[in-house]
């Protein structure tokens, strides 16, 4: 089960597409989202544990959508209604047809100290904090097998559940005064929403062996360094504007290629060998000879005469 150390709470695409990103195609789903799945009515009473909301705002003409954490007063501390709020989320993006990637940002100085403490602490007798643990389990776990091109933007703490959320994204990349750490073990645990297995996938065994075990503060230096993240943003930036536009390398094909070059990678890693390579073939056929692959070699061989 993921938490976060009390002393944290007791102290508590392109510039013109990120403006766009209030206008025209712009779909929002905040703290409007059903109170929890239809498949997950066993998890409602984790709509008792309120406060916060997950807002998504999603734009069908550039394919972008960002998630953001909205419990500011909590350092975006997760609640159960958040959680479930969460799960909906998710469930919505796998159905996005038009999306091609999600940034992943906290409101706010804080990216996510993870689990609401005082939730937490109603639940250490429970067999409510198993189930809680499984709820996050597998919707972080399908966070990071969407079809989508993902990052989490991280501006201030990522601790504990947090730290293990960001690890759900393809990508981290981090500001100047951001730091990630994975606390479990100081609290008496160990990583339970997947982020354990996640980081050591990321950064290898020793390196993960070293962070879990010590809980100590990886800096956007060292987070670069062993390949936890993958850019500092520069100090003054709009963290979602320069995230966008630091995406666009990887967004800039047709919807439908970005969507099945991030399928192969997740059956890549996730799947055995003989279905990975079948699930790759099946991705092919999809997108051969479509508008993509026909403006391509039709450019191509413009260029060879």
């Known amino acids: ?28 789903c905040a703290s409007t989202c059903a109170a929890a799945p ?14 916060g909301a997950v807002d998504l705002t999603k734009d069908d003409a550039s394919g972008l959508a960002v998630l953001t954490l909205n419990n500011p007063e909590r350092l975006n501390a997760v609640t159960g209604h958040m959680m479930l709020q969460l799960g909906d989320i998710v469930n ?22 993870g689990a609401d403490l005082n939730m937490v602490y109603n639940m250490l007798d429970s067999k409510q904090g198993r189930e809680m643990c499984s709820f996050m389990h597998r919707t972080l776990t399908e966070l990071h097998r969407l079809p989508l091109i993902s990052v989490a933007a991280i501006d201030g703490p990522a601790i504990g559940g947090g730290a293990e959320l960001c690890t759900a994204t393809d990508f981290r990349v981090m500001t100047e005064r951001a730091d990630i750490k994975f606390v479990q073990a100081l609290l008496g645990i160990v990583p339970g929403w997947g982020g354990g297995t996640r980081l050591t996938r990321l950064v290898g065994r020793t390196r993960a062996l070293d962070l879990l075990s010590s809980g100590r503060t990886i800096r956007p230096e060292e987070a670069v360094e062993i390949g936890l993240a993958s ?11 320069a995230t966008t536009e630091w995406l666009q390398r990887y967004t800039r094909g047709r919807t439908e290629v970005v969507r099945a070059v991030k399928n192969v990678v ?8 003989e279905e990975a390579l079948a699930k790759e073939a099946e991705q092919f056929v999809n997108v051969w000879g479509g508008p993509a692959h026909v403006e391509a070699i039709l450019k191509s061989m413009k260029h060879k005469k």
């Open 92 to 113: 919505d993006l796998k159905e996005w047809k038009n999306g091609k990637a999600l940034i992943v940002r906290g409101k706010g100085r804080s990216f996510c100290p």
């Open 38 to 51: 239809p498949d997950n009515v066993r998890y409602s009473w984790l709509s008792a544990a309120g406060g």
């Open 231 to 241: 850019w500092i943003i520069p100090t003054g930036r709009d963290v979602v504007e």
């Open 266 to 273: 997740v059956a890549g890693t996730e799947l055995p060998v």
């Open 1 to 28: 089960m993921a938490l976060f150390c009390s002393s944290v709470i007791k102290r508590a695409l392109v510039p013109k597409l990120t403006r766009k990103l209030g206008e025209c195609h712009l779909h929002t």
